[in-house]
């Protein structure tokens, strides 16, 4: 593998606390997401990725507080969602210490707010969030409000859309994989690769090292975000790091 691909730690945030779910519902309590991403740093991610998973909710985030105390800890880039509904938001975030954004139910209710966002920061800034579940073969919807809520569009098509508009990267959390450990969406992975021309960040599923294989050769990740591996501490990034290695794609040597 030529490219080189990002090994990204995702830290849901619920309020001060870090979270972890399965297919983003029943969510549990990890601990302080300062000490998580400092350890992550530390054991060398590539990316830090965090997203608060009830500011769409409440219509808050709480996340700035959290990416001001993180940056003194961590000096790898962060990209930042949940809750993001205005350029005002993202400036705020970027002040705070943020170095990208990634938006999805704002993007969904207000499409113009990508190339907003992509206008006045760039479009390196600006990550489409996509959280997608499967409905027939080949295709899969777009849910808003941390896989609450329907949206009726296409994920491929609304990966294009978000592009056109501006986006520079596209998240793609599967909602049927996530926090299952049973291996990420890879046809939905590479349905988006082959339909975008930016990088695609996948996430939900991961369980063991054949599946970081297959979202990257099969899924052609460009970036891969863990969660419950590391939280759970059932892998360090230096091992994920080694299971890269051995399947011969090139990641940062740290």
């Given at each position: 593998m030529g490219r080189q691909v990002r090994?990204?730690?995702?830290l849901d945030i619920k309020g001060p606390n870090l979270i972890k779910g399965v297919h983003l519902e029943g969510l549990r309590v990890i601990g302080d997401p300062q000490a998580f991403a400092k350890r992550y740093y530390e054991q060398g991610a590539d990316e830090l990725l965090y997203i608060d998973v009830v500011a769409s909710l409440y219509g808050r985030s709480k996340l700035t507080e959290i990416v001001r105390r993180a940056a003194h800890d961590v000096f790898v880039p962060m990209t930042v969602g949940g809750g993001?509904?205005?350029v005002q938001d993202v400036t705020d975030l970027l002040r705070a210490g943020a170095d990208k954004?990634?938006?999805?139910?704002a993007a969904v209710h207000r499409p113009e707010l990508i190339r907003e966002v992509a206008r006045r920061f760039g479009s390196q800034c600006m990550v489409l969030s996509?959280?997608?579940?499967?409905?027939?073969?080949g295709r899969w919807?777009?849910?808003?409000?941390c896989g609450r809520e329907r949206s009726g569009l296409d994920a491929v098509e609304w990966a294009r859309r978000g592009i056109e508009l501006g986006a520079g990267e596209v998240l793609i959390t599967s909602i049927d994989q996530e926090g299952t450990r049973k291996g990420f969406d890879v046809e939905l992975t590479r349905a988006i690769?082959?339909?975008v021309n930016v990088p695609v960040i996948a996430s939900g599923g991961y369980g063991e090292p054949a599946h970081l294989s297959a979202v990257v050769k099969e899924g052609r990740a460009d970036a891969v975000a863990f969660a419950d591996v590391l939280h759970y501490n059932r892998a360090s990034l230096a091992d994920l790091r080694a299971a890269a290695?051995?399947?011969e794609i090139t990641v940062r040597q740290v």
């Amino acid at each position: 593998m030529g490219r080189q691909v990002r090994l990204i730690a995702r830290l849901d945030i619920k309020g001060p606390n870090l979270i972890k779910g399965v297919h983003l519902e029943g969510l549990r309590v990890i601990g302080d997401p300062q000490a998580f991403a400092k350890r992550y740093y530390e054991q060398g991610a590539d990316e830090l990725l965090y997203i608060d998973v009830v500011a769409s909710l409440y219509g808050r985030s709480k996340l700035t507080e959290i990416v001001r105390r993180a940056a003194h800890d961590v000096f790898v880039p962060m990209t930042v969602g949940g809750g993001i509904r205005t350029v005002q938001d993202v400036t705020d975030l970027l002040r705070a210490g943020a170095d990208k954004v990634a938006i999805n139910t704002a993007a969904v209710h207000r499409p113009e707010l990508i190339r907003e966002v992509a206008r006045r920061f760039g479009s390196q800034c600006m990550v489409l969030s996509i959280e997608a579940k499967r409905r027939e073969s080949g295709r899969w919807e777009v849910y808003t409000d941390c896989g609450r809520e329907r949206s009726g569009l296409d994920a491929v098509e609304w990966a294009r859309r978000g592009i056109e508009l501006g986006a520079g990267e596209v998240l793609i959390t599967s909602i049927d994989q996530e926090g299952t450990r049973k291996g990420f969406d890879v046809e939905l992975t590479r349905a988006i690769s082959e339909a975008v021309n930016v990088p695609v960040i996948a996430s939900g599923g991961y369980g063991e090292p054949a599946h970081l294989s297959a979202v990257v050769k099969e899924g052609r990740a460009d970036a891969v975000a863990f969660a419950d591996v590391l939280h759970y501490n059932r892998a360090s990034l230096a091992d994920l790091r080694a299971a890269a290695n051995a399947a011969e794609i090139t990641v940062r040597q740290v």
